[in-house]
């Protein structure tokens, strides 16, 4: 879980700090002759030494980047009564099994997928029944405003009821009661006008309570506009915000300015060969909001 938005009156450290980070292991570094020499052809580093010094420090600095905003959704899960994790953009619903497994309670996490089919073959996946596990499997579009209508972000910070999350058919009972959404790598499946219209739907999912988050990770760019995605297959373009624009779109347009805390930069990541900037984003009011990755444009 990347990409992160915050409440203006929350602390991203305030969750941060109640757990710590573990610290990579170095003894677990291995690279067979095959990876190595693409590791080498990649980075310029042919030096055994100096490249295991070097993944090992990107490694480091991506571990601590990750676990602070994962760490703090699982502490939300601890400390906040009743407080409800949604996986958006799910696929087969991974990262909602993934907290579950470490702690948040799964009776109180919704994964939502547009295809069913997805939500169906998680259940396949993990082996698991409607009766064997309790989390909340929902199918549903997010452009359908009858399943996710877009409200004005709540600003009520009282803890709210409990819900039986079993019998939802749609997100729009949840308005301003989800402690935190995780949409990774599902942004930038939409052009600019859409992006807007999802970030502030899932604006008005969000709770007012200080420490509440949406996080993620998305394709991003230097400068916002049209970049050809060449990881993901031949001429294959897709919008992708900057840091700047990423930033505006949440502190400006979808919450009052000043009202979150956004912060947004572009991390290097190899995929498939190709070389991609992964925009990591925390926001500090009610939301923690990720940042999209980033391909070269061409």
């Not at 972000?153 to 989800?178: F, M």
Request: proline content about 7%; charged content about 20%.
């Amino acid at each position: 879980m990347e990409d992160t938005a915050i409440h203006a009156d929350s602390k991203v450290g305030d969750a941060c700090q109640a757990t710590s980070t573990p610290k990579e292991d170095t003894s677990l570094y291995s690279l067979s002759p095959k990876q190595a020499e693409f590791f080498k052809a990649q980075t310029g580093i042919n030096d055994n030494e100096d490249l295991k010094k070097h993944i090992l420090e990107v490694q480091a600095k991506a571990y601590k980047a990750k676990l602070s905003v994962y760490e703090q959704i699982l502490e939300l899960g601890r400390r906040r009564p009743d407080a409800v994790l949604l996986d958006i953009g799910c696929c087969l619903g991974i990262d909602a099994r993934k907290a579950a497994a470490d702690g948040f309670p799964a009776k109180n996490i919704i994964a939502s997928d547009v295809l069913n089919e997805f939500l169906q073959l998680s259940h396949e996946l993990f082996k698991t029944t409607p009766a064997s596990y309790p989390g909340c499997l929902l199918p549903g579009d997010v452009f359908d405003p009858t399943f996710l209508a877009i409200a004005a972000p709540s600003n009520d910070i009282s803890p709210a009821p409990a819900i039986d999350l079993s019998s939802l058919k749609s997100l729009n009972p949840l308005h301003g009661r989800i402690s935190a959404i995780n949409a990774i790598a599902f942004f930038h499946l939409f052009n600019e006008e859409n992006q807007l219209h999802i970030a502030r739907a899932l604006a008005g999912l969000l709770s007012a309570q200080p420490g509440s988050i949406i996080c993620g990770y998305h394709v991003g760019a230097v400068e916002k506009g049209m970049v050809n995605t060449s990881a993901a297959g031949p001429d294959r373009w897709m919008f992708a915000h900057s840091p700047q624009s990423w930033t505006s779109l949440w502190d400006a347009e979808v919450f009052e300015k000043g009202s979150v805390k956004v912060e947004a930069e572009l991390v290097d990541v190899t995929i498939r060969g190709v070389m991609i900037k992964c925009l990591r984003e925390p926001t500090n009011p009610k939301t923690c909001i990720d940042p999209p990755s980033q391909f070269p444009s061409h």
